[in-house]
């Protein structure tokens, strides 16, 4: 069974339909990259399943359960973290606080050792564990804000463009770690304009054009296909 | 100087000019006359140093509560006041039973501490229930409609409180210990003073630790910098907001106690006004949002009324200067306002902010 079935989703900026009935579905220890053009409804997508906004049509069913209604921050708990696009660290937290923020529903003792997990994934954050977030490069951001998300331990992991902005070998060293991430079992939904890095780690994708599924197929189909190669990957 | 932007000549920026400079020379004429007359001792102005910087840290208990709110909504609470008048006020009955009980006298420190806990608790309750009724159902609608609410709330409160208690003013017992003052060579403090001003800081240290070592406070720095990212991390944003407003009613309602112990006037319903203005002009002065900036701003407001009237007024001839110091202190505010106006712990104000 998928972990994460998406069925005919609607969502709205007020008045502006954004999603007119998306569907697909993550199945478990995937990789699965979301592809598409500046507005065609991808952030809209992870944002509509972490919860921070709310399906007008459709449902969202994860693990088992309906979740189309449920609030951002309980779906943290039931195992959904979220990246969001811009990295949204918190400037005038430490990278140490900002972690800590990460595993706020934790309740269990092992958080600390989820923090020297966090530090040997990215030992530049070590060096500037007491540091202000906002004295960070984009680069080191962004590996604090994955590195946050995934303090909360969970099963599904919601990337937003986490290569935007990033000098090439930064994104080399992102995606690595995205890699490792769902070698440990982490299910990933990747949100990409680099659509040539993502369907290089990806195990399936999607192809959303505005606000509806376009192309679905597996990764490797997909950077064969004609349209995919034109229009995403820049190969004429 | 005298130009605008365009480096044209404007008119307005002129007087604004010329206003700084007479205030400036206002300033230091009056404190040139009166320290070159000799007519207050230096142990006179330590005495007013002392009683400003008791009266500040009232004053900066309750900017406190502003510049939380502030801080997480962009909202100024100004039901605030009447929140620490709710300690206050409710607190003098519970004060008068441990009175006739003889607990007061016997044990005034772990009375005093029984009766700031008791009012903290009591104004706690009224901010957060006015959170909850009042602005919670209003978050998000455009600014000005909170804040309507808030002065509405201030009036409902006052009036509600009255019709609780009475409108007479009521004076809190003696406590007998707290008399008398501290004798340092030809200097004597009283030890009123000193207990209001070790109290607030024991009380603002509190606060820090709060805010900077547990993990609610760093959830409401997050909350305060971004809520959606907040809540991606699991954050009831809320629970957080409530527990902000809670933290707030807290230290007003403590202030209230402190304060009201040693007002022999007594406290009453209205008694939430002038210190809620005041302490909203603190929380200004220091830069609103800013939690050590209202604590300066707090500190810094009741020394210069203190000491403003007696340095500048009176060395200017004005009569009566003591009765002035509500102006010192609104002066001071536009004072700062237009020389740092975003306070003086302040960052500029951002787009976000705003």
């Known amino acids: 069974m998928a972990l994460l079935e998406v069925n005919d989703i609607h969502t709205f900026y007020g008045n502006i339909h954004a999603l007119k009935g998306v569907s697909f579905e993550v199945d478990n220890a995937e990789i699965i990259a979301l592809i598409g053009s500046n507005g065609a409804g991808k952030t809209t997508t992870l944002r509509t399943i972490s919860g921070l906004m709310a399906p007008r049509g459709g449902n969202i069913v994860y693990d088992g359960r309906e979740i189309s209604s449920t609030r951002a921050d309980l779906l943290v708990a039931r195992g959904i973290s979220m990246v969001p696009e811009g990295r949204g660290v918190f400037a005038k937290l430490t990278v140490e606080e900002n972690l800590d923020m990460g595993a706020y529903v934790r309740t269990d003792d092992d958080v600390s050792e989820d923090l020297d997990s966090a530090f040997e994934m990215f030992p530049r954050l070590q060096e500037r564990r007491k540091q202000f977030a906002g004295t ?36 080399d060293v992102v995606f690595e770690a995205i890699q490792r991430i769902a070698s440990e079992g982490v299910t990933i939904l990747l949100v990409e304009q680099n659509a040539h890095m993502a369907l290089q780690i990806a195990n399936r994708g999607y192809v959303l054009q505005s606000g509806e599924v376009a192309i ?21 | 100087m005298f130009r605008n932007k365009s480096g044209e000549f404007s008119w307005v920026d002129f007087t604004i000019d010329v206003l700084r400079v007479l205030i400036v020379l206002a300033v230091v004429v009056g404190a040139w006359n009166t320290l070159s007359s000799g007519r207050i001792s230096l ?12 009266q500040g840290s009232i004053y900066a208990l309750i900017a406190l509560g502003y510049t939380l709110v502030y801080g997480i909504l962009l909202m100024i609470n100004f039901a605030h006041g009447e929140v620490f008048m709710a300690g206050a006020f409710t607190t003098f009955f519970f004060a008068e039973a441990l009175n006739r009980t003889g607990f007061l006298n016997e044990q005034p420190l772990l009375a005093i501490l029984l ?20 602005y919670r159902p209003l978050r998000g609608s455009p600014r000005l409609v909170p804040l309507i609410t808030a002065i509405g709330a201030s009036f409902f409160l006052q009036y509600a409180f009255r019709g609780l208690y009475g409108s007479s003013f009521k004076a809190y ?39 900077e070592r547990t993990r609610i406070g760093k959830a409401m720095r997050a909350v305060s910098e971004n809520k959606e ?83 500048v007024l009176a060395g200017l001839g004005i009569p009566g200067a003591n009765q002035l110091k509500d102006v010192i202190a609104f002066t001071m505010l536009v004072l700062v306002l237009i020389f740092r106006p975003q306070g003086i712990l302040g960052e500029r104000l951002s787009e976000t902010k705003a």
């Open chain 2, 173 to 211: 017992p003696q406590v007998r210990a707290l008399q008398g003052a501290v004798q340092i060579g030809d200097i004597s403090i009283p030890v009123a003073q000193i207990f209001v001003f070790c109290s607030a800081l024991v009380l603002m240290i509190g606060l820090h630790w709060l805010v």
């Open chain 2, 43 to 54: 142990a006179q102005w330590v005495n007013l140093l002392a009683a400003g910087l008791s």
């Open chain 2, 229 to 311: 990212v907040a809540r991606l991390m699991g954050i009831d944003i809320d629970w957080v907001i409530l527990f902000t407003f809670g933290v707030g009613g807290f230290l007003a309602g403590s202030a209230g106690v402190i304060n009201g112990l040693f007002r022999p006037q007594g406290v009453n319903f209205y008694m939430g006004f002038i210190p809620g203005i005041k302490a909203f002009t603190a929380a200004v002065l220091g830069g609103i949002g800013n939690i050590p900036g209202a604590m300066l701003g707090g500190l810094f407001l009741g020394v210069i009324e203190a000491i403003g009237p007696n340095l």
């Open chain 1, 216 to 236: 679905s197929d597996t990764a490797a189909n997909l950077q064969q296909n004609e349209v995919v190669q034109k229009t995403y990957l820049g190969i004429d």
């Open chain 2, 115 to 134: 009766m700031i806990l008791f009012a903290g608790l009591v104004s706690m309750t009224v901010a957060v229930l006015v959170e909850r009724i009042a």
């Open chain 1, 136 to 171: 960070l490069s984009g680069g080191e951001q962004q590996m604090l804000a994955i590195a946050r998300a995934l303090m909360s331990r969970p099963r599904l992991l919601l990337l937003d463009e986490p290569s935007m902005g990033l000098a090439p070998v930064l994104v």
